[in-house]
């Protein structure tokens, strides 16, 4: 049995900032990083984002 993961992400709660890793064919096939002021957004889910103000707020 084979399971992979399509999209991964990583929280840095000392950079304040997140990455999100896209994978095909168990590959990254694309990333990007969001910091404060910007929204992380989902390379496979339409619509499902995070502010990133908003994860880190204090």
């Not at 992979?4 to 992400?9: D, G, I, L």
């Not at 950079?15 to 989902?42: L, P, Q, R």
């Not at 339409?46 to 994860?55: K, N, P, Q, Y």
Request: with cysteine; net charge negative; aromatic share 16%.
């Amino acid at each position: 049995m084979s399971c992979w993961v399509e999209e991964y992400w990583i929280v840095n709660p000392d950079n304040m900032e997140v990455t999100i890793y896209h994978f095909e064919e168990n590959n990254i096939s694309s990333s990007s990083t969001y910091k404060n002021g910007e929204t992380a957004k989902s390379f496979i889910f339409d619509g499902l984002g995070a502010e990133i103000s908003r994860v880190f707020k204090r």
